[in-house]
């Protein structure tokens, strides 16, 4: 006699389970297209859409009708361009040297940061007898990245370097958004006002997700939202205008029960101070679970809060259950890390950093689930 064993589903394997809902990105993204209304609303799906898979992220915001699309670098243009065929794709990084004829080639847009790239580009626009877009960062604040005051005055006086070019935008990038209040935001805005006036004519980008909020003279021509499409609160301080998109729970692998005296974890850092039970979930920090939030974060448990004890391992946390029923806490079951009663920004805060970093982080090794967005079809 045989005993048929059905093979294991990718759920029921992994650690964690990331539910990202692309309705909700979708939503976020139409909520900052209403606010930014004239102007259209790119999105910035840099770094795989903050985590959440720029793939999928990208053909939901497509079929909602974004047309525009940033990423950092060229690798993931082309990634991006393999999932989307038609828009316009931006390549905020630059055009790096020997890199010409891949933009070309898979109709990339770079945003030019200096004007070795402005007159490079110009090249391979005569050379290929086509103005092939581009935009061009003007540096108003950061010194990051950009053309300098120095550059600004240079191309104003002598305009025709652009010539050929096909220049879709001039942008530049705030530094202080996110701070209602900092005199820096205003100051940006009179320097980019400043700049685009004494240059050749074209659309301008400046706010990313808090300048939209910033009020109208940030808008321009084109608003460049990318942490606020994910959920995280572009607003600090005050009530998020955005829905959230994720949900993280992670799988309760063992329940124990730990005596009075007796330590959990790595450098016994946690010390029982009664005997109690220890749920040990199936996530660590290589999943992207802060090491910081060792000793201070919280899970939830059928929406009651439970403490992280103890130090975060590579691949296991552990939480003090002891206040639960017998029977709640079981292996097996999923308990919520990020979700409705714990936002991505509440668990920024306990891990002391911000929401994009928790989203940048969050593993490889969840099991992602697609929901909304027509994710059954759409999703990567
Ligand atoms: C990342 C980035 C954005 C998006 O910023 P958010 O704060 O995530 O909205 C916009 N513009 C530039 C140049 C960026 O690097």
Known sequence: MTIECA???????????????????????????????????????????????????????????CTRFFVAQLDEALALRAALPEP??????????RTEATFVHHRITPVLNHLGEVDAWAAVCRER?????????????????GLSPAEVDELSAGPT?????G??????????????????????LARMTAAVARLPKAPVSFANSSGIFLG??????????????????????????????IRLDARVLQVRSVDLSMTVGYGAAHRMTRAGRIATLGVGYAD???????????????GVPAPVVGRISMDLITVDVSGFADGVVVPGKLVELIGPNRPVDTVAEEAGTIGYEILTSLGRRYHRDYIGGDAGKKAV
């Not at 939202?225 to 959230?244: D, E, I």
């Open 7 to 65: 093979l294991s589903a990718p759920a029921d394997r992994a650690g964690a389970i990331l539910t990202i809902d692309l309705g909700a990105v979708v939503e976020n993204w139409r909520r900052l297209s209403a606010r930014l209304s004239p102007a259209p609303c790119a999105a910035v799906v840099k770094a795989d859409g903050y985590g959440l898979g720029a793939a999928a992220v990208g053909r939901a915001l497509h079929e909602a009708g």
């Open 88 to 97: 316009q794709i931006f390549c905020l990084g630059g055009l790096p040297a």
């Open 129 to 145: 007898g086509t103005a092939l877009p581009a935009a061009i960062h003007i540096d108003t604040g950061m010194n990051r990245l």
């Open 161 to 165: 370097r652009l010539a050929g070019i």
């Open 167 to 188: 220049l879709d935008l001039w942008m530049s990038h705030l530094a202080c958004a996110d701070e209602a209040d900092s005199p820096v935001s205003g100051e940006q």
């Open 216 to 245: 109208s003279p940030y808008h321009f021509d084109l608003g460049r939202p990318g942490v606020a499409l994910y959920g995280v609160n572009p607003t600090p301080g005050k009530p998020n205008p955005m829905v959230p998109t």
């Open 288 to 302: 992207g679970y802060f090491r910081s939030l060792g000793a201070r974060g919280h899970v939830f448990v059928d």
